[in-house]
């Protein structure tokens, strides 16, 4: 299953094969719309100008639910930018946040959610504000540097912030922004730190 919004996230329109798999329910080839998983939501767009009403993982394919019917075949898959572009500048600034609380404070990221105003992240311990502060001024930094945020697979020498166990090395895919965060990952983000604009913790 090729996820386009891993390796070439700034396609946000495209042609893809769609297959039924249940009332209003189809699977694309390939796949260019993120899935509610990970603590990001769903994209939003169309298909064939049929509206995306939700896109969830089911038994291991990203499956789109549309409001309104399309046969098998091939359509115009359009996911709408601004929404894409939100919630993937929050994800990638998440990267950030918990990279630099990781290597700095000695922080452990427990818990993400990326929210469709705001995004939170759950540290393993209380922190005081002057070290928010701090990792603020820090992830302002890696985003002033502009530094390019990489999918890789397969990557051993990578942190992962939640159980991995059971699962092929060749099938995680890692996201790597310099030398401030190698994470896996299943979000989508955007191509450089730059383009997440300003983080406010």
Known sequence: MKRLYWTNPEVYETEVEIKCV???????????????????????????????VDVQVVEGKVVLTLDGTLGDGKHRAC????????SARQHT???????????????????????LESCTVDFDRKIEWETAAEIERLAMEVIGENVPVE???????????????????DVIRVVRI?????????????????????IRI
């Open 178 to 198: 310099g030398g401030y965060d190698a994470s896996a990952c299943c979000g989508a983000h955007v191509g450089r730190t730059g383009d997440i604009g300003t």
């Open 151 to 169: 999918t890789v697979f397969g990557d051993e020498d990578v942190r992962s912030r939640f159980d991995l166990s059971g699962v092929d090395a």
């Open 93 to 115: 600034a998440q990267h950030i946040i918990s990279g630099v609380a990781a290597a700095k404070f000695g922080l452990e990221t427990v818990g993400v959610h990326i929210g």
């Open 79 to 86: 996911v709408d930018k601004g929404h894409r572009l939100y």
């Open 22 to 52: 249940g009332e209003n329910r189809v699977t694309t080839d390939p796949v260019v719309f993120h899935p509610d998983e990970g603590g990001q939501p769903a994209d939003k767009g169309t298909v064939g100008g049929v509206d995306v």
